[in-house]
């Protein structure tokens, strides 16, 4: 049987491989342009989130927003997912267990999208997606490629509404990213 987004979407919402599943509102599988050229990857879904069954809506979903638009990008444009499709109790971080278990959907987003780019927003997507061992102070702005995906990993938009001193690095990062695609690398 050939994966389609609506089986996709079926296998998520009735997913039991972790213990996330017994505490969420909603899946959230991701949304955007499923056919986009960049993925945006985040941590997991946080209470608006699972509220709604959308990813980054809340004060964070905002500011990506506001980044998207600064290098001419709309959510329309791109696809935006996470690590982890149900909400971790608290917002805490997602346990390396649940990540595991919840990989096989991205990685199954990944083969229906076929994106050029992939953007981690960090540092939980950074150690899933480009490296178990990255850093994200260490690895912010750093192009790798894997699988002929050229990935990126930048700051969490929660991580700049924490700390604006960080803005400017990531402000470096999306005009890379727009210089990347421009150049059709």
């Known amino acids: 049987m050939r994966l389609t987004w609506e089986l996709l979407s079926e296998r998520a919402r009735t997913c039991t ?15 955007g342009n499923q056919a986009a050229d960049i993925l945006f990857v985040g941590e997991g879904p946080g209470y608006e989130e699972d ?16 980044m998207l638009a600064a290098i001419s990008l709309s959510r329309e444009q791109v696809y935006i997912a996470n690590i982890v499709k149900c909400r971790p109790p608290n917002n805490r ?21 076929q994106p050029k780019f992939i953007v981690c927003l960090g540092a939980t997507a950074t150690r899933h997606i480009y490296s ?18 050229k990935i990126l990993p930048t700051y969490h938009p929660a991580a700049l509404l924490r700390d604006e001193s960080k803005k400017k690095e990531a402000w470096a990062d999306l005009q890379a ?3 990347a695609v421009q150049a059709g690398a």
């Open 51 to 66: 509220k709604q069954g959308r990813p980054f809506v809340g004060p964070a979903g905002q500011l990506l927003d506001k």
């Open 177 to 179: 990213l727009r210089a």
């Open 132 to 149: 178990p061992d990255a850093r994200i102070t260490r690895e912010r702005g750093v192009w790798k490629e894997k699988q002929g995906i």
């Open 93 to 113: 971080v997602p346990l390396y267990e649940e990540a595991t278990a919840c990989l096989p959907f991205l990685r199954a987003q990944c083969g229906l999208i």
């Open 17 to 31: 491989a972790c213990g996330l599943c017994g505490t969420r509102t909603n899946v959230v599988l991701g949304e």
